[in-house]
């Protein structure tokens, strides 16, 4: 017997040219989230929120830039998001960030039920005629999840969506596929998470901003921690306690051979003008502070 | 008649700020969004917090916008601080709404540590801030400096003698002496300290590798300890030897401030030479206003009153001291470079020394 089209299960496979293959996120965002997912109110298991960022032209790469809390009520026959406040909030960001645009929504849950499905939708939906878009649409929405449950570890997934099931359920139903996703990784973020990890295994969660000083003692002790684990090893290889690698042996030899290889003359040639260098600068700066305290104890004189 | 009294009930005057206390997601934050505006300095921001018995605990921040919106000719210029100040208004209400917390304590700028302090821009905000409330702080964060590992972020406020001279706004010799102000109290820097929530601490945890103990160092482990690139992933960029990425910038802006500076001077000399010679010329007239006298004293006529120069002649206004103490005190600033030397004179060290053996 032929099924009639109520019947019909619609499968539709995300296109490869609107779904991101990469997308990048900023760990000021996962922040952020952690800090919303603090104030979660008690009648609701999770907290959900806007993601802002930029898409590369093509759409194939997205980077995850900001975002903002979005209150919502959940029950479990019904999900209420306040998408006035998702307006309002948008739009005051566009007056400081014109450039970042809605690139999905994020949850502090792992969980993807329907809700999800039916927010996913909401997100992706196409604005009304005559108004700006508050959307992804046409692009791909992106959703976020962050578990934040202390009884499992914290795991960070990103989806993007295609729609699936019986044609009149299609506001509830959408299948998430998993993406791959990177942190963003440049100096001023690696400086700034160094600075926030310092208190990491204090029971206090305190500590001071590291000086140079402080900076490079600690890579120091780090560095001495690595050789002598390398150290271990290759003697247990020797000692024949642990087996051979030979990639491990390549990767060994790559990091031998990237030390520059100076004869003595002209290292202490190169030693002594970074020397002077840096003699030299602190020389300008000390002078320059002596002459000006005293030309402004001069100008203040009656 | 209302039954319900009002009374004028005095605010409690919290104490002064003796540390600041900052949340992760604040640091995150700043960061990202001077980073995304740089080249672009004088970026801005609000910052959102509490201030507990001396302890500035500030939670959250939000960028300001920096152009006008809908001019053209507006473009690249700052938006004016009505619009900015509702904008943050606008913020903290939207914030109150879903229960974060709304102090507005202060503000942020992305700036060079070098020039910050060069033009009134910094101090003038400042001031705005403090008047309103004495707590509020300032943070200074320069990507520039942060790009050798170790972040440069630091938190000021106004002197009570910079703002009590502010008060009066004359910016003159006398003026400064009076409030006791040189370059070096224009502004004070206060102690941060780095407070993270539980959740921020698992995402710190999850974000850096845990180190496989010697013994159970697979190839495996190797290999992907090798290839791992989580963000808190030790780089040692602050073993960088090279005097260039982190000094070269912070020279050329001394230089700068150092010829405002020689600017000013001159224009101070110039207005001690004028006002040296006005004063020789009056001088002059009174010797020769008092040898008139005498010749009428002694054709008993009534003497000519001596006072009449300040008619005559105009003293040179005295100028104001603003720019050359603001440029002073950067220079004073910028100059404090002896933890920066120490530390590469420690790398250089270690270098020499790891080529001897």
């Not at chain 2, 010829?259 to 004063?279: M, S």
Request: proline share 6%; glycine share 4%; net charge negative.
């Amino acid at each position: 017997m032929a099924l009639g089209t109520k019947h019909v299960l619609h499968l539709t496979k995300p296109s490869s040219r609107s779904s991101p293959l990469n997308i990048v996120i900023e760990p000021a965002v996962l922040f952020s989230i952690l800090d919303h997912s603090t104030r979660k109110s008690e009648n609701n298991q999770r907290v959900i929120g806007t993601l802002l960022g930029t898409r590369s032209e093509d759409g194939r790469e997205i980077e995850i830039k900001s975002c903002f809390a979005v209150p919502h009520n959940e029950s479990s026959e019904q999900v209420e998001v306040e998408m006035e406040y998702h307006r309002a909030m948008y739009h005051l960001h566009l007056k400081a960030n014109p450039r970042e645009v809605v690139v999905g929504w994020y949850a502090t849950s792992p969980d993807l039920d329907a809700f999800s499905a039916l927010i996913q939708n909401l997100y992706a939906s196409p604005a009304e005629p005559g108004t700006a878009p508050l959307g992804t649409y046409p692009h791909p929405c992106v959703h976020l999840t962050v578990n934040t449950d202390v009884s499992s570890p914290l795991a960070i997934k990103t989806y993007v969506s295609s729609p699936v099931g019986i044609t009149e359920r299609l506001a509830d139903s959408c299948a998430f596929v998993p993406t791959p996703f990177t942190i963003r990784d440049d100096e001023a973020v690696r400086s700034g998470l160094k600075a926030v990890a310092a208190p990491k295994n204090d029971p206090s969660r305190l500590a001071s901003l590291f000086t140079d000083l402080q900076q490079l003692r600690r890579s120091t002790l780090e560095l001495l921690s690595m050789i002598e684990r390398v150290s271990d090893y290759v003697q247990n290889v020797i000692d024949g306690s642990s087996p051979a690698n030979v990639a491990v042996g390549r990767y060994l030899m790559k990091c031998f051979s990237l030390i520059p290889c100076v004869e003595g003359q002209d290292f202490e040639k190169i030693f002594s003008s970074h020397l002077q260098d840096v003699l030299v600068v602190v020389y300008l700066a000390n002078t320059l502070r002596t002459q000006v305290d005293i030309a402004s104890r001069l100008n203040l004189l009656p | 008649m209302s039954d319900t009294t009002s009374l004028n009930v005095p605010e409690l005057e919290s104490p002064p700020i003796e540390r600041v206390e900052l949340e992760s997601l604040l640091v995150m934050n700043i960061i990202k969004h001077c980073r995304d505006s740089f080249p672009n300095m004088g970026t801005i921001g609000q910052l959102v917090g509490i201030d507990i018995d001396g302890v500035l605990q500030v939670s959250s921040s939000f960028e300001s916008p920096s152009v006008l919106e809908n001019e053209e000719s507006a473009v690249n210029k700052s938006v004016s601080g009505k619009a900015r100040q509702a904008h943050t208004e606008a913020m903290l209400n939207r914030l109150q709404y879903i229960g974060a917390v709304t102090g507005h304590v202060g503000w942020y700028l992305g700036a060079y540590v070098s020039s910050f302090l060069s033009s009134p821009f910094f101090v003038e905000t400042q001031y705005a801030y403090q008047k309103a409330n004495p707590n509020s702080i300032a943070f200074l964060y320069d990507l520039s400096q942060s790009s050798n590992g170790t972040l440069y972020m630091r938190a000021y406020q106004l002197t009570p003698e910079f703002m009590a001279a502010h008060e009066e706004k004359t910016w003159t010799a006398s003026s400064l002496n009076s409030h006791n102000l040189t370059p070096s109290n224009v502004i004070r820097e206060l102690p941060i300290v780095i407070h993270n929530s539980h959740l921020a601490t698992c995402l710190l945890h999850s974000l850096s590798e845990p180190p496989t103990p010697a013994s159970t160092l697979t190839a495996e482990a190797a290999l992907e300890d090798c290839e791992s690139n989580l963000p808190l992933t030790e780089t040692f960029s602050n073993f960088e030897v090279s005097l260039g990425t982190r000094y070269r910038k912070n020279i050329e802006l001394l230089l700068e401030s150092t010829d405002e500076f020689h600017y000013e001077q001159g224009n101070l000399g110039f207005h001690q030479r004028q006002l040296a010679r006005e004063q020789a010329k009056i001088q002059q007239w009174i010797a020769k206003r008092k040898a008139e006298n005498a010749n009428r004293a002694a054709e008993n006529l009534q003497p000519l009153p001596l006072d009449d120069w300040k008619r005559i002649f105009k003293l040179p206004a005295e100028p104001r001291l603003l720019d050359s103490l603001l440029i002073s005190s950067q220079i004073m600033k910028s100059t404090q470079i002896d933890e920066q030397s120490s530390a590469f004179l420690s790398k250089l060290a270690g270098v020499r020394n790891a080529y001897a053996s």
